[in-house]
């Protein structure tokens, strides 16, 4: 059981997560249309589909999201093996739970990866194949400010623009397991420091 708990929560993010996904799916209208608010203008659902990674980025070939899906893939794995030698060398529990946190992510949004372009039709148009290349479903959005940006700035001038991104519980359980972990760091690696030398005349018993 000292190595499943730490799964269990990965597992728990995951169902959470695609529970979620198939509600909205199902139950909602994608784009402004569908868009629901939570909590006045600051906290909305609004259904839209991701095809890359963070904040939309995408890797610029015919293959790229096969890529990404395979890097996932390999990840997770890492990220699953990690957990089994974090927990077999005796590393903190915070920090085990926050990886397990960062596993149910990782896996929640390569389930969308994987198998959202056969289930829901929703791979990128002239996809290779549907499979690996599902779009992630994001739902969450922080409204704190959208609308079109000042002419004036570079590169980005006149283009619309949301300041926030939107995201899912799969994107959350990360986002949150990586914050805890760097505000921890001096707790969560401190067996991973090197000793301090001690002066020689004390190493030879003087």
């Given at each position: ?119 829901f039709d929703n791979h990128p148009y002239g996809s290779p194949t ?77």
């Open positions: 059981m000292k190595y499943w708990k730490y799964y269990l929560v990965a597992l728990i993010v995951i169902i959470i997560d695609q529970a979620v996904k198939l509600i909205v799916h199902y139950n909602m209208e994608m784009g402004m249309p569908g868009e629901i608010v939570l909590l006045g203008d600051w906290l909305k659902l609004h259904y839209t589909l991701n095809p890359g990674m963070a904040f939309g980025v995408q890797l610029g070939s015919d293959y790229g999201k096969l890529i990404l899906s395979l890097f996932r893939l390999v990840a997770v794995f890492g990220i699953g093996y990690y957990i089994y030698h974090l927990v077999k060398t005796g590393a903190p529990k915070g920090l085990i739970w926050c990886i397990g946190l960062i596993l149910g992510g990782a896996i929640g949004n390569l389930i969308d990866s994987t198998f959202y372009g056969v289930l549907p499979w690996f290349h599902g779009q992630v479903i994001d739902m969450f959005y922080i409204d704190i400010w959208e609308g079109i940006v000042p002419h004036w700035i570079p590169l980005l001038g006149g283009k619309p623009m949301s300041l926030w991104p939107i995201f899912n519980v799969a994107d959350s359980a990360i986002f949150i397991g990586v914050l805890i972990i760097l505000f921890n760091q001096k707790r969560f690696f401190a067996h991973y420091e090197e000793p301090v030398n001690k002066p020689a005349a004390e190493q030879q018993g003087m």
